[in-house]
Nanobody, 124 residues
């Protein structure tokens, strides 16, 4: 069983930045695709970004492309989400997900493990 623990959320003004972190409790972290998803009140959980274990390829939702950057440090078993130019519509609980080979990296149901989430609130 892999545990994922997110941190770094908080309250920030529009245009500001936050960096989320997710630490995984596995020695084989480098073999996992790691994704970030978010869920706003009353909305479905949606894909934000993923970093695959193959050549560290990254993919982003159109809504965050150019503003968010996903990265990983395998030595620290940690995946990051750098969020810049934040907008009020980015307000949500952000979840970290992990899987060796998700069948659909944009679908959180394809992942095997997830964290408890961290709240991000962007004020206008």
């Amino acid at each position: 069983q892999v545990q994922l623990v997110e941190s770094g959320g908080g309250l920030v003004q529009a245009g500001g930045s936050l960096r989320l972190s997710c630490v995984a409790s596995t020695r084989t972290f480098s073999e996992y695709a790691m994704g970030w998803f978010r869920q706003a009140p009353g909305k479905e959980r949606e894909f934000v970004a993923v970093i695959r274990w193959i050549a560290d390829r990254t993919y982003y939702a159109d809504s965050v492309k150019g503003r968010f950057t996903i990265s990983r440090d395998n030595a620290k078993n940690t995946v990051y989400l750098q969020m810049n130019s934040l907008k009020p519509e980015d307000t949500a609980v952000y979840y970290c997900y992990g899987a060796r080979a998700p069948s659909d990296y944009r679908d959180h149901k394809s992942y095997d493990y997830w964290g408890q989430g961290t709240q991000v609130t962007v004020s206008s």
